[in-house]
């Protein structure tokens, strides 16, 4: 089983509608990130969280440590946000700053 | 300001040729990694540099693997003896000091025939 899991594996929306996507983690961390990664390849960090909720624009994340569980919202999406959403997990261990990655959910936004 | 850059941007090679890629992290960031994301599949850690300490390298595939960063900025990671599953696109990505934000560089698409 994969440290860290991310539901859906694929999601398509309409332009509009209100996101939610989901990740799971089995172990203790420091710190959780959502990374977006567009269709080119590129890599953005949207949020690094470890307690609690964080907004920038239309995009939420929160995290509630006792269920280990992180949830990334997009209200009122729209097409320029299909991209594919990794979750990543920090271990607390050691002082390695190595992170664990879920797999990605695959967002599609259609017009 | 730049960003985070890798050259070259994609690489092709032979089976069993070494390949060096090399990471240009963002001025005054501490600390550097490597990953990897092989052809549908996720992200996969590699290596991490922080400042002067020993490097952490316990998601390197094999000794075939190696990295090094030269005066705490550019690093290189090298494949010797390259093999058709070495074929993924290698990240690399900094950090400033106190702040575990990580920064992506573009990306090196490696492809080994």
């Known amino acids: 089983k994969n440290e860290v899991e991310q539901s859906p594996q694929n999601l398509t929306a309409q332009e509009g509608e209100f996101i939610t996507i989901n990740c799971s983690y089995s172990?203790?961390?420091?710190?959780l990130h959502w990374l977006q990664q567009h269709p080119g390849g590129g890599i953005v960090s949207l949020f690094m969280?470890?307690?609690g909720k964080k907004k920038h624009g239309r995009l939420i994340a929160t995290i509630n440590i006792q269920e280990k569980h992180s949830s990334l919202h997009i209200t009122a999406s729209h097409p320029r946000d299909s991209a594919v959403y990794i979750c990543?997990?920090?271990?607390?261990?050691?002082?390695?700053?190595?992170?664990?990655f879920g797999k990605g959910t695959k967002l599609t936004v259609n017009p | 300001g730049a960003g985070v850059s890798q050259s070259p941007s994609n690489k092709v090679t032979e089976k069993g040729k070494d390949v060096e890629l090399r990471c240009d992290p963002i001025?005054?960031?501490?600390?550097l990694y490597w990953y990897r994301q092989s052809l549908g599949q996720g992200l996969e850690f590699l290596i991490y540099?922080?400042?002067?300490?020993?490097?952490?390298k316990s998601g390197l595939p094999s000794d075939r693997f190696s990295a090094e960063r030269t005066g705490g900025s550019v690093s290189t990671l090298t494949i010797q003896r390259t093999q058709q599953e070495d074929s993924a696109v290698y990240l690399c990505?900094?950090?400033?000091?106190?702040?575990?934000?990580?920064?992506f560089g573009p990306g090196t698409r490696l492809t080994v025939l």
């Open positions: 172990v203790g961390i420091s710190a």
């Open positions: 540099f922080q400042g002067n300490s020993a490097p952490d």
């Open positions: 990543a997990v920090r271990s607390p261990w050691g002082g390695s700053e190595k992170l664990v």
């Open positions: 001025s005054g960031h501490t600390a």
């Open positions: 969280l470890s307690s």
């Open positions: 990505a900094s950090s400033p000091p106190a702040a575990s934000e990580q920064f």
